[in-house]
Nanobody, 120 residues
Framework: VQLQASGGGLVQTGGSLRLSCAAS????????MGWYRQPPGKQRELVATISRDGTTNYADSVKDRFTISRNNAKNTVYLQMNSLKSEDTGVYYC???????????????WGQGTQVTVSS
């Protein structure tokens, strides 16, 4: 399974961006999907997750500004980011749990990361 993220870029404070991440390969079922970010000089942190049935979880710092969604038929997760702040700057990584169907475990995958830069 491969995850391909896209949609990052440079945006001014208060602007918006939409990230997408598509899973490809031999897929049986993608369960939890999520977005993480790594600000410059800091550790990777959770941004938001979404379960297969649409249950969401957000970091306090992005609540009411970011919205995570997914399309199960396309194995794709999205992150709509509004009212962006300079502290949202970082490399954004998508993450997914894949259940292969033939064993009672699931495997975790990371995308390659996409840069988001918010400037004033």
């Amino acid at each position: 399974v491969q995850l391909q993220a896209s949609g990052g870029g440079l945006v001014q404070t208060g602007g918006s961006l939409r990230l997408s991440c598509a899973a490809s390969g031999t897929i049986f079922r993608i369960n939890l999907m999520g977005w993480y970010r790594q600000p410059p000089g800091k550790q990777r942190e959770l941004v938001a997750t979404i379960s297969r049935d649409g249950t969401t979880n957000y970091a306090d710092s992005v609540k009411d500004r970011f919205t995570i969604s997914r399309n199960n038929a396309k194995n794709t997760v999205y992150l709509q980011m509004n009212s962006l702040k300079s502290e949202d700057t970082g490399v954004y990584y998508c993450n997914a749990d894949h259940y292969p169907g033939y064993v009672t475990v699931q495997y975790n995958y990371w995308g390659q990361g996409t840069q988001v830069t918010v400037s004033s």
